[in-house]
């Protein structure tokens, strides 16, 4: 017997591909000044609801359990370095830190200033009304720095979340070490704000807040479907995008619907005026690499040969510093102190730039199982070996510092890996540009010693340094859809509409021309604003 | 001869055949036997906790961990790592392993003094832990799920847990626990004497 399946067509005015905290941005904008039909495709699952979260964090807690389960694709192992497995309505800020610094007006013009990297399309005052809605939107508690190093039009929508006891303390010793330290800037309500509960500590923001205190997608998803704003499809996974036969316009999204459940494999078909791709920086190149054919044999957006390239991120240096002063571990292991100082022109005569963050910390001072001697302890001398340890505290001091993405830092596609429905899966290589290879060890020195002069001004040493190089990984990553006002060495434009197809956007993380050094999602998100202003018009 | 216990069976059974069937039978067997006679791992918690928690808060601290034990679902979904596309699940069920090693105790304290474990003093329950950890070289608190011993998951389970926290640093830190953000201004308060005794 022959059975087929029969194929569902969804027609809007926007499509929108993804439902992470970019595409959350771009629907809640696009709701809210037009009237349009949005459409959200998402491939994974619906996370689970706010109600249930204290106790997937009480697993998470007990037994390192996931507390978000389910939450990938089976048959998704890739090559190289993923930023997350994750894949579920509202995306990886489902269990983000909620941490929003906003870049440096340095970061967008490396090139003129500095004679490294790429200029961005777009400047720093450009960004600056985008990421005050952004923060508006997602409700930031912030503390404004001095403003000659933390630019700003307009105040924070929320006062910092306050200094923790351990962080006062801290901030005295960074000041008297000459470094000009706040409080992070963080998407937690430090008031009740939007509907959401205020802060509580409860401290583990990463994975999962229990409360809503931090903002998640999930709560605009949540928000605009109830309002029916938007009709989100989960568990359907885009595998292409068709091109018109007689324009360079896209058509339609191909996607099959996931799972087990009624309906799962049946082919869908989502119509658009416009598209949006706003999956983040592997899975938007992907789809677009994916999109080959016969007018478009290199994938869609892609005669610039750019789709793909310049994945970008930053590098790490931390060290954990043993102090002669009294601290708690445990009020906020989140919460941080910023300084932007070494953020704006290289100290020294070659390109360094980097963020500077402080935490309290209980590293060297855990409860152990042997003394020094090696001499096995109990109950008793366990807590007595302790209490002696921790008479003085520890911080943890970490620096990102900037990498110039180089073209060959790429995601490409595996031949040799591919998933249910026969697509090749996307293979990742992070690389510096030649410029920042040549100083990574300078990078790494230059902040080895400032740890340790920040060490030393407070009395204390340096218990252990780590560098975050390991496999490859840059945190934070972005780029391979990078922006640019050239079609040549683009593949969007400043508004993120793809130089190649008017009706086709790529927002947020794949955007980025380089990933500066300090959390991005912040500016994935205005970049993701500025796009849905542009998709408005 | 003495007769292999169900509990024994299964758990040999479960080693030797894996199946999720045999694995959960195994696992709910040597709950069940944790939990039908207490008194060994209690006298273990004695021996091996902070003796300023006293009795009550001992015998709790065990309590919990058996719910623990409990409530350990081998398989389940750990959380992911960053930069990687790898995932992990948790590992075979602890209980089978650690309700053995508390018949090894049993028997340790018989072969010695001839009496049970739990009616022995604190001094000679430490001793025989001592001598059941020698083979064990950890350093540093393992996570409860993947300790070696009984004992040490025991301590693990105590002293990665916000209370031992406290009474370390004798205040009132309540790692982890929803705190009004006006108060961590402030310099934790002291504990009280009665969480502390």
Known sequence: MISFTKRRVVESDVCIIGSGISAAMVAQKL???T???IVVVEAGDEAPALAKRYALRERFKSYGESPWPDDHLDGYEIDGPLQSRSMQVGGLAMHWGGV?????????RSRSLFGVGTDWPISYDDLDPYYQEAEEIIGVAGEQGPSSIDPRSKPFPMPAIPLTYNLGLLKEWTTQAGITMWSQPAAKNSRPYDGRNECCRNDTCSPICPIGAKYSPDLTWDRLRKANRITLYPRTMVRRLVLDERSSRIVSAEAMQRGAGSGAGTPVEFRAKQFVIAAGYAWSAHLLLLSRSSRAPNGLANQSGTVGKYLAGHRSQQAYLALPMRLYPGMSAHHSLLSKQFMRAPSGDKYLRHDLRVWESSVGREPRLRDDAGTPLLG???????RERTKTGVARVRAYYDVIPDRSSELTLDATRRNAWGDPLPKLAFRDAPESAALRGYSNETL???FAKMARAGGGTVLSGASGEGSGWQDHPAGGCRMGTDP?????DAWGRTHDHENLFVVGAPTCVSASCAN?????????LRSAEELAR | MRGVSRRTFLAALAAAVPTASFVRRAHAAAVDDLVGRPETLRALGEAVLPSELGRARITANVDGFQRWIAGYREGAELVHGYGTSKLTWAGPTPATRWSTQLDELERAAQRA???PFAALSIAQRQELVRLALVDFKEERMPPVGRSPHVALALLAHFFSSDAANDLCYEAQILRENCRPLAMSSRKPLPLAATRRS
Not at chain 1, 380 to 386: E, G, P, Y
Request: glycine content about 2%; charged content about 25%.
């Open chain 1, 31 to 33: 709701a809210r000044t």
């Open chain 1, 35 to 37: 009237k349009g039909k």
């Open chain 1, 100 to 108: 929003t610094p906003r870049w440096s007006p340095e970061d967008f």
């Open chain 1, 380 to 386: 008793d001398a366990i807590m007595k070996d302790w």
């Open chain 1, 448 to 450: 080895r010693a400032l």
């Open chain 1, 488 to 492: 040549a060495t683009s593949v969007v």
């Open chain 1, 520 to 528: 991005a999602t912040l500016t994935f998100c205005a970049l993701a």
């Open chain 2, 113 to 115: 003094h001839a009496r």
